[in-house]
């Protein structure tokens, strides 16, 4: 069945980096359109990046660009979200997303993670 864990969250200082990692399974990585979205308490969730289309190009929210860079790794079925610059408005729950589609909505993505937690204070 199809698994999307995602890794890497933590508490950073305002200026700070992590990097998430979402790593899969049960599905064929590469057919599959995958995105990381967030959500902040009382906020609806917001896609912050993800892949375009098969080739690589990819799409940012506005308010991490610059800042964030989502990859792949397909050897390892495994999404990234490198982010730099953090903000404590960056404070959220990240999940990462998969579907076969392409879209910013998130209630057109059927496969979820269970989230990881990034602060920034």
């Known amino acids: 069945h199809v698994q999307l864990v995602e890794s890497g969250g933590g508490l950073v200082e305002p200026g700070g980096s992590l990097r998430l990692s979402c790593t899969t399974s049960?599905?064929?990585?590469?057919?599959?359109?995958l995105a990381w979205f967030r959500q902040a308490p009382g906020k609806e969730r917001e896609m912050v990046a993800r892949?375009?289309?098969?080739?690589?190009?990819?799409v940012y929210a506005d308010s991490v660009k610059g800042r964030f860079a989502i990859s792949r790794d397909g050897t390892r079925k495994t999404v990234y979200l490198q982010m730099s610059s953090l903000k404590p408005e960056d404070t959220a729950t990240y999940y990462c997303a998969a579907d076969l589609g392409c879209s910013n909505a998130p209630d057109k993505y059927p496969y979820w993670g269970q989230g990881t937690q990034v602060t920034v204070s």
């Open positions: 892949f375009n289309d098969g080739y690589g190009s990819t």
């Open positions: 049960g599905f064929a990585f590469g057919n599959f359109a």
